[in-house]
């Protein structure tokens, strides 16, 4: 539903401002039905009396006397008349004064008739009426009803308009005011997911929301703490690791054999490459990086140089584009990437654009592409398509995990797709930053 926001700012405002508004309308109507009933009353009462009055005075008096008479008491807003007929009662729908015949009998008493051919209604003031007298004539009566009394109440519209102006913004800012602790709350927790030594939410807002706060800067100390212990043990298996896989590969150098000699040490190097790239997938080390605004275009036109001679490579990017990034960490990534597109497919072209919220890379090679069923599975630690340990195959299969590793921490992702002309093409995108300002 289009008209429904989607902020819970929006649906507060909606909905407080919707109810105050059905209220205050409610409200208005019936007090200016109670208001209009209750004049209606004391208008149509005190306009009988008047009647009743003049009816008395104009019934007395013979012949041409009582035209004489009728005119004399005539006023402007109160036409009188003798007439020898009169029509019959023709009022339709609700009158204001829909009791003054009714007042006007009650007066005179139950032999008076009263005709009414025409009451006041609302924005409509003028009344007719003819009442029989005993020379068996009538007495017409062209008059109107108070105007001021009767007339549309744009005053009350006018007030209730600026009242409900004033609620809404009060409504506003108290919506405002809940809502924005929540919103700082949202902020940290996606901030937290690319930067863990985020600053702490601050402890503001209702009871609810300040709860919710404490609970999340706790979350966050228990997070950071587990991390930082996880490091330490980490350095410490690296460190243990590390000596005794040293040693070896000087043992190894003083072998007689040469051929075993560069076997071992191909399995040393192996074991190296494997535990360096686990302990970086397990440290995040490839996300630490603080964030800085670069150059990506001049970034990857060096990356793209450096592997001119090693295979066909190709840049198609705009002369400039600023973003908010980890240099180190998108050149790691990217390095990775093309080293599987040259690595598989000979030659592979590199495509960096601005996009709505964004930038993205892709890389594009003429290999064979991957199955289907395996594009997910490749992003997976230590999974490879091909199952070999080989140095020559590539490694231990934490290369495109620690790409998707990155791009995450960039605020994208990362996706495989076998292209249409055969190929594969490697999308790497990042909405995280502030932006980016390209120039054509």
């Known amino acids: 539903m289009k008209l429904w926001p989607q902020s819970l700012f929006g649906r507060l405002l909606l909905l407080m ?240 054999d040469p051929q075993l000699r560069a076997q071992l040490q191909a399995d040393t190097d192996d074991m190296m490459q494997l535990l360096d790239g686990t302990l970086d997938f397990l440290r995040g080390k490839a996300v630490e990086e603080p964030l800085q605004r670069v150059d990506l275009v001049a970034l990857v036109e060096s990356l793209v140089e450096d592997y001119q001679g090693q295979g066909t490579i190709t840049l198609q990017a705009p002369d400039a584009l600023q973003w908010s990034c980890r240099p180190r960490a998108i050149k790691r990534a990217l390095t990775n990437l093309i080293d599987n597109a040259l690595k598989y497919g000979g030659q592979t072209h590199v495509v960096l654009a601005p996009v709505q919220n964004g930038v993205q890379l892709l890389v594009q090679d003429s290999g064979p592409g991957l199955p289907e069923d395996e594009l997910q599975k490749v992003f997976e630690p230590f999974y490879r398509v091909e199952h070999s340990r080989s140095r020559d195959t590539g490694g231990a299969g934490l290369g495109l995990a620690i790409v998707r590793q990155i791009a995450q921490s960039h605020g994208g992702d990362i996706e495989l797709s076998n292209r249409a002309k055969g190929g594969l093409q490697a999308r790497l995108s990042m909405l995280s930053g502030r932006g980016p300002t390209a120039d054509a």
């Not at 208005?28 to 005075?57: G, K, N």
Request: glycine letters at 6%.
């Open 17 to 256: 401002s919707a109810g105050l508004l059905l209220a205050q309308l409610a409200g208005s109507m019936l007090q200016s039905w109670d208001r209009q009933r209750t004049l209606s009353h004391t208008v149509s009462h005190e306009l009988a009396q008047r009647i009743a009055a003049i009816y008395r005075v104009v019934d007395a008096q013979t012949g041409a006397q009582r035209q004489a008479m009728a005119t004399l008491l005539s006023t402007p807003s109160l036409q009188m008349h003798i007439v020898d007929a009169a029509p019959p009662p023709t009022v339709a729908g609700q009158s204001m004064l829909e009791d003054l015949p009714g007042h006007i009998t009650e007066v005179l008493g139950q032999r008076a008739e009263v005709r009414a051919s025409d009451l006041p209604q609302l924005g409509r003031f003028t009344f007719k009426l003819h009442l029989r007298l005993s020379s068996g004539e009538w007495l017409r009566l062209n008059g109107s009803a108070p105007e001021g009394v009767f007339a549309l109440p744009w005053n009350l519209l006018f007030n209730l308009g600026l009242m409900l102006v004033a609620v809404v913004v009060l409504v506003a800012m108290a919506a405002r005011s809940t809502v924005r602790p929540l919103t700082d709350l949202a902020k940290a927790a996606h901030d937290l997911s690319s930067d863990l030594h985020s600053p702490p939410v601050p402890e503001t807002g209702p009871t609810e929301v300040r709860e919710a706060a404490q609970a999340f800067n706790a979350m966050q100390s228990r997070i950071r703490s587990g991390i930082e212990e996880r490091e330490r043990f980490l350095a410490a298996v690296s460190h243990d690791l590390k000596t005794p896989l040293t040693r070896m590969r000087l043992r190894t150098e003083m072998m007689a």
